[in-house]
T-cell receptor, first 112, second 115 residues
Framework: DAKTTQPNSMESNEEEPVHLPCNHS???????IHWYRQLPSQGPEYVIH???SNVNNRMASLAIAEDRKSSTLILHRATLRDAAVYYC?????????????FGTGTKLQVIP | DAGVIQSPRHEVTEMGQEVTLRCKPI?????LFWYRQTMMRGLELLIY????????DSGMPEDRFSAKMPNASFSTLKIQPSEPRDSAVYFC?????????????FGPGTRLTVT
């Protein structure tokens, strides 16, 4: 399975933009890039996903490198509620089976 | 929809006892996942069901663990006998699978403590 690499932790000031990087140099052509986040004492929640093109939704933006070996989750204005562990994962569609590895993620601290 | 429902939310049991964790997925979803999360190992996929059929149980730690999905609206994860190293938060997640482009919805988790 293709692996992802993320920094263990990052800090951001409140109301500042945050760029969370993810490296996935062994990504295959059928791998979708998904981001989840886990708030304290909660289950992970979906944030955004993409294949090749940049994506935007109400929560965040996802910028995908042209060679797809890296991606960046962008929070446009960090709030205290965005303090969480952010996971970058790859999902491969192969005959209906999805093998997923969450990794350790990036713990984002938002400073008031 | 109420989301993925898990019960109990907390479970404390003694070593050697049987533990059963329950999950009700979101109605209409055709895939169900059981995960375990610990500080040491992070979030691990234990088993994946598609249309009530176990597709991959390679993440199940050992024979003490078993999972069933008798119908589309209910799944159980059983540990028998339980051991202190099974202490963790167990999450159930469900999704509607459309290729690789789908999102998983996680339940609130069951915090299991085995003494």
């Amino acid at each position: 399975d293709a692996k992802t690499t993320q920094p263990n932790s990052m800090e951001s000031n409140e109301e500042e933009p945050v760029h969370l990087p993810c490296n996935h140099s062994t990504i295959s052509g059928t791998d979708y890039i998904h981001w989840y986040r886990q708030l304290p004492s909660q289950g992970p929640e979906y944030v955004i996903h993409g294949l090749t093109s940049n994506v935007n939704n109400r929560m965040a933006s996802l910028a995908i490198a042209e060679d797809r070996k890296s991606s960046t989750l962008i929070l446009h204005r960090a709030t205290l509620r965005d303090a969480a562990v952010y996971y970058c994962i790859l999902r491969r569609y192969s005959g209906g089976y999805q093998k997923v590895t969450f990794g350790t993620g990036t713990k984002l601290q938002v400073i008031p | 929809d109420a989301g993925v429902i898990q019960s109990p939310r907390h479970e404390v049991t003694e070593m050697g006892q049987e533990v059963t964790l329950r999950c009700k997925p979101i109605s209409g979803h055709n895939s169900l996942f059981w995960y375990r999360q610990t500080m040491m190992r992070g979030l691990e996929l234990l088993i994946y069901f598609n249309n009530n059929v176990p597709i991959d149980d390679s993440g199940m730690p050992e024979d003490r663990f078993s999972a069933k999905m008798p119908n589309a609206s209910f799944s159980t994860l059983k540990i028998q006998p339980s051991e202190p190293r099974d202490s963790a938060v167990y999450f159930c997640a469900s999704s509607f699978q459309r290729g690789a482009s789908y999102e998983q919805y996680f339940g609130p988790g069951t915090r299991l403590t085995v003494t």
